[in-house]
């Protein structure tokens, strides 16, 4: 009788800890943070990372509109494996137009910053410290004026 029930508050126990970590990862700590701008959304923070981080283009059916500062920063502190340096490439959706100052600023092993033709203004400290990057962007678009006018390698898409 004992060891049924032994075995009956450990497999509770096991069930609830999954429970809250299933919880957790879906309603307390989304992948991004949100907040409202203009006729979308800008992403102000990001609770994990990757070395292929890929930033969403819709939230709540509205589109992403702007990076905001320091939006991978928090991350700098993470007690996992995955924290911002593990970041080695960027891509920034169809959607973005705005990269505001300082947005991946410490993220020192960047690689590649994919910018889509749409982004029309990048802040002039929108990389600091980010030293090995190249920027991946299409011929005659702000990303590559952008490069160009920061002495940053840029690559042409095709």
Same mark, same amino acid.
Do not use: W
């Given at each position: ?6 075995? /009956?508050? #450990? ?10 970590? #299933? ?41 992403? @509109?702007?990076?905001?500062? @320091? ?12 924290? =911002?340096?593990?970041?080695? #490439? &960027? &891509? ?22 994919? &910018? /889509?033709?749409?982004?029309?203004? =990048?802040?002039?400290?929108?990389? /600091? ?18 490069? +160009? ?8 898409? +095709?």
């Amino acid at each position: 009788m004992k060891r049924k029930t032994l075995l /009956s508050v #450990i497999g509770g126990s096991i069930f609830m800890l999954l429970a809250i970590l #299933i919880l957790k990862s879906c309603f307390f700590y989304p992948d991004y943070n949100f907040e409202s701008y203009e006729n979308g959304y800008a992403i102000t923070g990001c609770n994990n990372c990757s070395e292929r981080m890929v930033f969403p283009d819709y939230y709540k059916r509205k589109p992403v @509109l702007k990076i905001s500062p @320091l939006v991978l920063y928090p991350l700098r502190f993470s007690i996992t494996g995955e924290n =911002i340096d593990s970041v080695k #490439i &960027i &891509i920034i959706p169809e959607s973005v137009e705005l990269i505001e100052h300082e947005a991946f600023y410490g993220v020192v092993n960047l690689q590649e910053v994919h &910018i /889509s033709k749409n982004v029309m203004e =990048i802040a002039p400290s929108a990389f /600091s410290g980010c030293d090995k990057m190249s920027i991946y962007g299409y011929t005659d678009s702000y990303a590559e004026q952008y490069a +160009e006018e920061n002495g940053i390698p840029f690559v042409a898409k +095709e």
